[in-house]
């Protein structure tokens, strides 16, 4: 008798328990998940703003992104719509029970398709999609998001569990220091980098007052950071080139020599019309990121300095391989690391990076280097970017600092979400983190000029036209009946762009030939036709 009153008791304690259960809503939000909100309240006082926002949604700044639709088991389901009354209304009016479903459905138009790499586009950019350069390192969804949606749950249902914790810091990126890069060394034109450096230098005569130049006193030369875009070649090299082996007529490649892709920069072009930032001190990085070829250039309606310059050099044999920026800050070489590039100029290398990916794939894209060059002095160290870190500015988690008149050192940048470094969890992140020291060596572009080049170079500095000595050198070049030395004249980079605004593209590419047949030796082979000559006589004369 005592264990039948025993068990009629557990019975009614059950039954009580179950009908006093909450109600649950199950809420798939845009990603697939499905969370599960319980009712604490009466079902007449809940309303649907409530319901999502315990699911982690923001409603009142992506009301205009999904809708919602409603499923209750044994019903047909419904659509609703956020922007009218239905936002208001409580799960009893909207006939919520134990068990229904509110699916969101995002009223985005699909946008436009990527056909080199469409698994790697996710929607968190403005236009819905994102180019994940790095998809082994990308994160689905940001710590901010999933941060939000779990502090939400956790106030649903009073707690948050171990694994709640556990995907909240899988969605952070892991920074560690990584040792090497696609590139094993590279090789900058010095003739190149010297002539951009002595761009960087702005006389001050013009501000000079008399009784000075009476005196013949010389005030320091200003400078003015600037950059510029790298074209060269990718190669292969031996890693380690200080032992000479013995090589006879029979030898052939061994196979146990580790070999790496170096880099050789052979033109150094700076876009023109630059206008640096704060005085001078800032580079001006709108001149590339703004028109670099991410975007083609029939959305732009005319093709770009960026586009234009690859194109040329795409006649040559070149492709993008990097970027140069001149810096003139007394910090950066104040503490002991003394660190050329801090994180304002890693975030636009990144995005340069980032575009080259797009335009040449991953594999090539990934191949670029950053190049420091201190305008004082012109001494240039070379680095490239982590994975992390371009991963982590495509995602937004690395956002470019504003510049304005103090210029703060940006040697440690802020994050917009925390990352993992030695285990911790930091919005402090150290610049040095983020680069590769990269060899460098030196050498002599094929289209830098020559080592006889005039430093100042031979077109204008701001708008990239042509000097009026160097037209009379290719004119006099051009009476000769010898092609060696117009071609030798044209081995420029800078005068083949500034031709390539006067002539067609079929005889730039003409020119572009002959050019690169005698940059890289066959000067038997490069013969400069009577059609050509007189189309450049034509043009520069008059």
Known sequence: MRNFWFTLLSLLAFIASANNSPTIIRVRILDGSVIRVPLQDDASSTTLTSLLSSAGVNVDSQNKDFEVRVGTPGRSTRDLKLS?????KTAAELGLEHGSMLTLVSTKAPGPPNTSAPSTQKPDSEDGYRYDPFPDLAKSTSFSALSRRSRALAGAS???SYGDVSRVREAMHTVEPQSDGPLGRVYVCRVGAARFQNHCVVSNSASVSGAKKKSKQKSEPQIENRIGL????????????????????LSSTREDQKMCDVAKVHAIWEPPLQTPLVNGRHYDEDCLLASYPGVSSEARGKETNPERAIRVASYLGLRPI???????DENRHEDGDALPVHGRDAIVGSKLQIETMKLLGRDEGKKFVTLALDGRVGATEAFQLSDVCVQMVAEGVLTAPIVDETLK????VTL???VVVAGDETKQLDSVLL????AMLSHVGLYSGGENASPGGNVKRNSGALLAKTRKRILSALEGSESGRVLQELCDFDVLLALDTMIGRDEMKELCELVKKFARGQKKGARLGDHLRLTLQSLLGG
Do not use: C
Not at 322 to 328: D, E, L, N, V
Not at 409 to 412: D, E
């Open 322 to 328: 990097g970027w140069i920026f001149s810096y003139a």
């Open 158 to 160: 009073r707690g948050r």
């Open 435 to 438: 680069l590769i020291n990269t």
């Open 230 to 249: 790298l074209f060269g070649t990718i190669n292969k090299e031996r890693v380690d080139q200080s032992r000479k082996i013995a090589r006879t007529s």
């Open 416 to 418: 917009r979400d925390p």
């Open 409 to 412: 050192s940006t040697r440690y």
């Open 84 to 88: 009218g009354s239905d936002i208001d």
